[in-house]
């Protein structure tokens, strides 16, 4: 039985980076005018009220778009993504938080397609809800693995595939590593970008190996740590994996890693690092 809400998380300090490096991805993409197919796998409710009692609760969201919100001068590489929060909110502080598949609807033009899959049953109607009209998105409600089969590749043959689990399940990482060594064997030339939490480095350095031996070719990966890693327990940081990046993401990700580290991270534990984990 799976308990993983990300209502108690969002907008926190690994939401941050996470759709910080979506927007930034999402950018890049609408530069051509072709038809664009996006799919997000684990699309969660879309969009989150920071005064539900969930989101009240630990109240991460303190420190991750709580911090950010107020900061001076952020770096233009934060604009789409920072307009995406300002849209749904107008007070001084942020109420509502955006979910991925929100920040993503951002970018969809009009002859753009986005799939949202989510296999919790109050999320999937949340989406549809928030979803409901837009003739350009589809909620699939069910498990994303299989989503991702069976609409991959997409017809416009353009586009990203976001998979962004909640790693609650033992063997989530090694489906999650199969089932996109098959996505990419199907769509060599997608773009895709896999969220992971690090908590100890053993474990993430074996997902990465993973990867390695997958033959994916041209992988990114960018961390973004605010703890060090010397408690297993907590959430130190997390990693986007990218397979295929656009062409300056990695320019423009130096710049706004660092900036993001020095906000975020309160005690100066952690830090920023970016590298290829395999090269074209
Ligand atoms: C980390 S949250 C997603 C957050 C969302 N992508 C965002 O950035 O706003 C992970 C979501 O995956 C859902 N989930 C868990 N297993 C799934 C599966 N096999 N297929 C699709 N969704 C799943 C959970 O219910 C949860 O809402």
Known sequence: MLSYRHGFHAGNFADVFKHAVLCLLGQALIKKDKPLFCLDTHAGAGRYDLNSAMAAKNREHAGGIGRLWNAEAPPAELSAYLDGVRRLNHGSRPRFYPGSPELLRQFLRERDRLVLCELHGSDASQLKQ???????????????????????????RRGLVLCDPAYEL???????????????????????????????????????????????????????????????????????????????????????????????????????????????
């Open 130 to 156: 928030e979803f409901r009209g837009d003739r350009r998105v589809r909620i699939e409600q069910g498990d994303g693995y299989q989503t991702m089969k069976a609409l991959l590749p997409p017809k416009e």
């Open 170 to 280: 033992k063997e989530e990482r090694t489906r999650l590593v199969d089932s996109i060594t098959a996505a990419w064997q199907r769509w060599p030339t997608g773009h895709y970008a896999i969220w992971y939490p690090i908590l100890a480095r053993p474990e993430v350095d074996w997902f990465h190996r993973q990867f390695v031996r997958s033959g994916i070719k041209k992988i990114f990966v960018a961390e973004l740590r605010i703890f060090d890693e010397d408690s297993p327990k907590r959430l130190n940081g997390s990693g986007m994996l990218r397979i295929n990046p656009p062409w300056q993401l990695d320019t423009q990700l130096e710049s706004l890693g660092p900036w993001l580290w020095n906000v975020l991270s309160t005690d100066r534990g952690g830090a920023y690092r970016q590298s290829w984990l395999v090269p074209e």
